[in-house]
C-alpha cells in the first residue's frame, strides 16, 4: 500500500460515504475510527468495507475524544504496515485532492508534512472572523512558546513516514482535543524529525456542526504551556 488515511468519526454517516471513494482514487487505504455514532456512522463503514478489502474500521465503546482516536488509528496503521500515515477530517473540509501533494513531500522532502491554511497559497473560506482570530492566534501562541518551525501547527490534515510514529512514545500523549495536533507537532520536532507544509484551501464543513468548543480552545492554551515547561 502507499499508505493509510486515518479518519475519526462521529455522526459523519452523510460524509463518510462519499469521502471514502474520493480517497481511494489515489490508492491509498482508510481507517475509520468511529466512537459508536448514534448515526450508525460506524456500521455503514463496516458494510462499505465487506466489499473493499482497503477499507479498515476500528470501532469503539463511545465518544473518547480526537487525540485517543487517533492514536488508535496509528497504532492500527502500523501494525497494517502503512509506510505513510494520514490524518484527515470527516467533514470535506480536508480536499482529497491535496492527498497527492501531502505524500509527494513526504516521500521526497519532509518526515511531517501539514495542509497549512497560513503559509502562502493556503487559507480558509466560510469562516467568521471570530474563527479566523481563535485559529490563527492559536497558531502564533502555540509557535512563539514552542518554537515550532510551521505555522498552522493546529492544522488536522497531515501525513507522517512511518518511521517518525515508530519513533515516538505514543502513550506518552496527553492532549485529546485539537491540542493534539499542537503537541504532535511538537513531539515530532522535538525528536529531531523534519516538518513541512504545503498550502490548502480550508472550507467550513458541509454537513453538520462543528465540534470546537470553549473546552477544546482552553485546554490547548493550557497544553501549549505543558509541553514548554516539561509536564508531560
Not at 475519526?8 to 452523510?14: G, I, L, R, S
Not at 501539514?114 to 502564533?140: A, E, H, K, M
Request: hydrophobic residues 40%; glycine residues 10%.
Amino acid at each position: 500500500m502507499n499508505g493509510i488515511v486515518v479518519i475519526p468519526t462521529y455522526n459523519e454517516c452523510e460524509n463518510i460515504p462519499l469521502l471514502i471513494p474520493r480517497i481511494l482514487e489515489h490508492d491509498l487505504h482508510v481507517l475509520v475510527v468511529d466512537d459508536n455514532s448514534p448515526d450508525g456512522t460506524g456500521r455503514l463503514v463496516a458494510e462499505i468495507a465487506q466489499s473493499d478489502s482497503r477499507i479498515h474500521l476500528i470501532s469503539r465503546a463511545g465518544k473518547l475524544g480526537l487525540g485517543t482516536a487517533y492514536i488508535a488509528g496509528f497504532r492500527r496503521a502500523l501494525d497494517l504496515g502503512a509506510p505513510y500515515i494520514f490524518e484527515m477530517d470527516a467533514d470535506f473540509s480536508h480536499d482529497p485532492a491535496y492527498l497527492p501533494q501531502l505524500l509527494d513531500a513526504a516521500r521526497n522532502h519532509f518526515d511531517l508534512v501539514i495542509g497549512s491554511r497560513y503559509v502562502s497559497g493556503g487559507g480558509t473560506t466560510d469562516w467568521g472572523l471570530l474563527r479566523q482570530l481563535i485559529s490563527r492566534g492559536g497558531n502564533v501562541y502555540a509557535r512563539l512558546i514552542l518554537g515550532l518551525p510551521v505555522a498552522d501547527s493546529t492544522g488536522g490534515f497531515r501525513c507522517y513516514r512511518r518511521h517518525v510514529l515508530e519513533t515516538l512514545d505514543l502513550g506518552a500523549v496527553r492532549s485529546n482535543g485539537y491540542a493534539f495536533q499542537i503537541e504532535m507537532a511538537y513531539r515530532t520536532h522535538r525528536s529531531g524529525f523534519t516538518l513541512g507544509e504545503i498550502p490548502i484551501i480550508f472550507p467550513d464543513r458541509r454537513v453538520g456542526r462543528s465540534k470546537m468548543s470553549r473546552k477544546i480552545v482552553i485546554e490547548a492554551l493550557i497544553n501549549v504551556w505543558k509541553l514548554r515547561l516539561g509536564k508531560f
